[in-house]
């Protein structure tokens, strides 16, 4: 039986070992659109941004565990019925499929030449390069990236602005009562944070500096900023579009609406990692979940139901961000209704912060709080009752009521 894995990401790649694992002999081919051996993502905006890694490639033996790379080949469309997938490289024939091409960065429209995307091992040299002392970054977007971004150009030496939409950081993941008091870490790093503050464009050059070889971003408001280089870190979408006429069903968000077992609406086809949404039992939503965990706990269950399985993915997603020297780590998934329960004082070095449903906690953000990470993520996954004035007290361990 030949396995084709699309994407030589996280995903795909851990699909394509867990086969293996998993006790499959027959042919595993993975195909990735990128030139470069497979890499991890997250130190791109960590270790090779600040230059202690030169790279962040995968130590897998892909030859020696049977696993064909076809690097630098893109998928450019599938035929479910005749199981065949189109690439610029010809025809491949499949017995099962799985999807795993992971998102695309969004671009601001008008970019200009100064302008950097962090998602690739290029983008992540490309923007190394630019973050010389001194050297003026304005970084667009106070997401996760944004504020990675905004660290290591800080800690290579750069001046820093990071210009953001909404009214606080991080505001498309969390509820504002707990990033308001992030605000205060780029200020003691050194950084400035506009928010409120809309791009409009961004030109060569810097319009105030005659000659100057920089870009200007344009504000909406009228201000106008020089820079070096400009980090844009508005979000990332589902690298879905090749599937065009496919027939293979995607979500509102353009993700590949998957089922609890990771199996797309065609026979045989499976998709896994940021590419793809999946219906969550336990938090009763659909869940498209952009982080790596994700890539690395729903690729296991790829692999199983590929090979004929009926593993249902139901995970409590999990991510971490190293931003300004602190960790901050996240469990679970919480809505808007659910009732923030804090501990410790969010002014201190270190907090934690719970969202619960009925009693029962259904999400956790933990800064510098690792053993609150562990502790409370299994809480999470065993959906157990907490006493809510223990919880709130940070000296004592997180535990059941
Ligand atoms: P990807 O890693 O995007 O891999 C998909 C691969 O598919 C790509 O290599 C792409 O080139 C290839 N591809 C796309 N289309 C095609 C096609 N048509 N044909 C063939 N190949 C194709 N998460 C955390 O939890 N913590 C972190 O600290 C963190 N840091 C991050 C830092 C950065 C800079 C980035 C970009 C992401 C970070 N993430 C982090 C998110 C995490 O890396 C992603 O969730 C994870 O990489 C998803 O893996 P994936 O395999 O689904 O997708």
């Not at 019925?81 to 610029?88: A, E, H, K, P």
């Not at 940021?274 to 939503?285: E, K, L, N, Q």
């Not at 510098?368 to 993520?377: A, I």
Request: proline share 6%.
């Amino acid at each position: 039986m030949r396995i084709v894995v699309v994407g030589a990401g996280m995903a795909g790649v851990q699909t394509a070992v867990a086969l293996r694992d998993q006790g499959h002999e027959g042919e595993v081919l993975l195909l990735g659109a990128e030139p470069h051996q497979p890499y991890d993502r997250p130190p791109l905006s960590k270790d090779v941004l600040l230059g202690k890694a030169e790279h962040s490639r995968f130590d897998i033996d892909f030859p020696g565990r049977g696993i064909e790379l076809l690097l630098g080949r893109r998928a450019t469309g599938l035929d479910p019925v005749r199981r065949v997938l189109g690439t610029d490289g010809g025809e491949l024939e499949y017995d099962r499929l799985v999807l795993a091409t992971g998102a695309r960065p969004v671009a601001l429209p008008g970019q200009s030449a100064r302008t950097h995307l962090l998602r690739t091992h290029d983008d992540a040299v490309a923007l190394k390069g630019a973050l010389r002392p001194g050297a003026r970054i304005v970084v667009v977007g106070a997401g996760w990236i944004g504020a990675e971004a905004a660290t290591v150009a800080r800690r290579l030496g750069c001046e820093v602005t990071v210009v953001e939409a909404a009214p606080v950081p991080l505001a498309g993941a969390l509820p504002a009562e707990v990033t308001e008091g992030m605000r205060g870490w780029y200020a003691e790093a050194g950084v400035e944070l506009r928010t409120g503050a809309a791009v409009g464009g961004i030109v060569d050059g810097d319009v105030r500096l005659e000659g100057d070889p920089g870009a200007t971003v344009l504000l909406t408001d009228g201000t106008e900023l020089g820079a070096d280089a400009v980090v844009v870190g508005i979000g990332a979408r589902p690298d879905t579009g090749w599937l065009d006429g496919s027939g293979i069903v995607l979500d509102d968000r353009g993700a590949i609406a998957a089922d609890d077992r990771l199996r797309t609406s065609a026979e045989g086809v499976l998709a896994v990692g940021d590419c793809a949404s999946f219906p969550s039992a336990r938090y009763r939503t659909r869940l498209m979940v952009h982080h790596w965990d994700n890539a690395v706990q729903g690729a296991r269950v790829a692999a199983a139901n590929a090979l004929g399985g009926e593993q249902q993915y139901d995970p409590v997603p999990y991510f971490w961000s190293e931003q300004f020297g602190r960790m901050v780590q996240y469990a679970g998934h919480h809505c808007p209704g659910d009732t923030l329960l804090r501990r410790g004082d969010p002014e201190a070095a270190d907090w934690s912060a719970l969202w619960l449903r009925d009693g029962v906690p259904v999400a956790l953000l933990a800064v510098d709080r690792p053993r609150d990470l562990v502790q409370g993520r299994r809480l999470l996954e065993r959906r157990t009752p907490l006493d809510p004035a223990l919880t709130a007290d940070p000296a004592v361990q997180l535990k059941a009521a």
